[in-house]
C-alpha cells in the first residue's frame, strides 16, 4: 500500500514539476525532412484542447499558405528557424474574389488568422504581398493572451488586425510595416521594443477601443521609420469614438506630423470622435517627437501617470513573459 501511495506520489510530482516543455513537437519542412511540409497541416494534427503546450518548429523557406488556428486550439507556440528566412505568405486582399466568386473583405483577407487563446509566434515573417489592392491584412488576432515576439509582419493597408474587444495581445522586438491604418482594432496590445516602418503619407493606427476597456494600443521604447520620401504621417485617428492609444519613450522620424493625431473627421457614424478618443504620450524623442503643436485634445503623461502603465495593469494580471501553462 506504501510503495502505492508513493508510485502515485512520485507521477503527481513529475505532473506539477514537469516544467514548461511542450507535450508534443512539431517540425514543418519544404524539403519533406521534417513531419509536416504545410504549416496548416501540422496545425490541424494537434489535439482539439490539447493538455499543455504544442510546439510547431518550422524549417526556413516560404510557406504560401493562408493559415489559421480555429478556436479549437489553445496552448500552440509557432517558432521559426530564421525570421527573415521563414515566411507565411498569401495575397489576398479587401475586394478580389474567393473561390465561390464572392468579394473578400477586410476581415477574411488575411494570412494569419489567429483564433485559439494563448498562441506565440516567434522567428517569423508574416506577410501579405497584395498592395494598393484594397485592405489586405497580414495578422488578425482574436484570441487572448497572444504573444508574437522576434517577427517581421509586413503588408501595405491594415497590415495587424488586433480583434475583439476581450483579446490581449503583446508585440515584443518585431518590424511592422504598412501604409494606411496598419495597426487596427479593439483589442488591448502592447508594442515593446518595436521597429514600426510607414510606407506612405497616411496613418499607421486606427484604434477601435471600446468604451469599458481602460487600455487600447500603448507602445514602450518603440521606433517609428519610414520609407524614403515619406514625410507627412499621423500616429493615429480613431476607427471608433473610444480609440486609446499612447506612445511611451518612442523615437519618431521626422515623418511624423507636428500635430501628431488626426480626428477622423467626416464619419457620419461616430462624429467627434476627438471628445471621446484618448491619445497620449510621454517622453516622445526624434525629429518628430516634438509635442509643442501637438492638437489640443491630445495628452501628455506625467511621470505619475506612468504608474497606470506596467504590464500587470493594461493586462490585468496576464504575464506575456510566462510561458503557455
Not at 76 to 98: A, M, P, V, Y
Not at 292 to 318: A, C, G, P
Request: net charge neutral.
Amino acid at each position: 500500500m506504501k510503495k502505492l501511495f508513493l508510485i502515485v506520489l512520485i507521477s503527481m510530482a513529475n505532473f506539477l514539476f514537469a516544467g514548461n516543455d511542450p507535450y508534443i513537437k512539431i517540425t514543418v519542412a519544404k524539403d519533406g525532412s521534417g513531419d509536416f511540409t504545410s504549416i496548416q497541416k501540422a496545425i490541424n494534427s494537434i489535439r482539439d484542447l490539447g493538455p499543455a503546450e504544442a510546439l510547431v518548429f518550422i524549417k526556413s523557406g516560404i510557406y504560401n499558405e493562408k493559415v489559421v488556428i480555429p478556436s479549437s486550439k489553445h496552448k500552440i507556440t509557432l517558432e521559426g528557424e530564421n525570421k527573415d528566412n521563414t515566411i507565411i505568405t498569401n495575397n489576398d486582399f479587401s475586394g478580389k474574389l474567393d473561390s465561390f466568386n464572392e468579394k473578400m473583405t477586410t476581415f477574411n483577407s488575411y494570412t494569419f488568422l489567429v483564433m485559439g487563446d494563448d498562441i506565440k509566434v516567434s522567428n517569423l515573417t508574416i506577410q501579405n504581398s497584395s498592395c494598393n489592392e484594397g485592405q489586405a491584412v497580414s495578422l488578425h488576432v482574436e484570441g487572448d493572451r497572444f504573444v508574437i515576439k522576434n517577427s517581421n509582419i509586413l503588408g501595405c493597408q491594415d497590415t495587424i488586425y488586433s480583434a475583439t474587444n476581450h483579446s490581449r495581445q503583446y508585440f515584443e522586438n518585431c518590424y511592422i510595416e504598412g501604409t494606411t491604418d496598419f495597426i487596427f482594432g479593439q483589442a488591448t496590445v502592447v508594442f515593446k521594443n518595436c521597429i514600426i516602418k510607414s510606407l506612405a503619407d497616411s496613418y499607421i493606427t486606427a484604434a477601435a477601443t471600446e468604451a469599458d476597456r481602460q487600455y487600447g494600443f500603448v507602445f514602450f521604447d518603440c521606433k517609428l521609420i519610414a520609407k524614403e520620401g515619406i514625410t507627412k504621417v499621423y500616429l493615429g485617428r480613431p476607427w471608433r469614438s473610444y480609440a486609446k492609444t499612447v506612445f511611451i519613450n518612442t523615437e519618431m522620424g521626422k515623418h511624423i506630423v507636428p500635430e501628431g493625431w488626426n480626428p477622423w473627421k467626416g464619419d457620419k457614424m461616430f462624429p467627434d470622435k476627438e471628445k471621446t478618443a484618448y491619445y497620449g504620450e510621454f517622453g516622445s524623442k526624434g525629429e518628430g517627437g516634438n509635442i509643442s503643436k501637438r492638437v489640443s485634445w491630445s495628452h501628455q503623461l506625467t511621470k505619475k501617470d506612468l504608474k497606470n502603465y506596467t504590464l500587470e495593469k493594461i493586462f490585468n494580471d496576464w504575464d506575456p513573459n510566462m510561458s503557455n501553462k
